[in-house]
Nanobody, 121 residues
């Protein structure tokens, strides 16, 4: 079975860059036709899709976060990463990585357990 696990610092200072890594096992991030997504959930709010990187390396971003978001991958390590720049306390959330089947923003079938990132000075 496919497993995903998020890793990275749990505390980031305002104005800095939030960086997280998702390590995938049980499947290759280059396999047609899967997309590898980042989703977040602020406290008391719903899920927000942030973006994804596809099996060919193409990237997709939520319009509301595009200016601050960068998703990349390391195929040799079967990992993909999230960078969110210029963070504020409003970026505090549980961050999830997930696999999407066939499209970058829909049909997530495998999820990591999530990691809480707090933005605070």
């Amino acid at each position: 079975q496919v497993q995903l696990q998020e890793s990275g610092p749990g505390l980031v200072k305002p104005s800095q860059t939030l960086s997280l890594t998702c390590t995938v096992s049980g499947g290759s991030i280059t396999t047609n036709f899967y997309y590898w997504s980042w989703i977040r959930q602020p406290p008391g709010k719903g899920l927000e899709w942030m973006g994804a990187i596809g099996y060919s390396g193409s990237t997709y971003y939520s319009p509301s976060l595009k200016s601050r978001t960068s998703i990349s991958r390391d195929t040799s390590k079967n990992q993909f990463t999230l960078q969110l720049s210029s963070v504020t306390p409003e970026d505090t959330a549980v961050y999830y990585c997930a696999r999407a089947d066939g499209a970058p923003a829909y049909g997530m079938d495998y999820w990591g357990k999530g990691t809480l990132v707090t933005v605070s000075s």
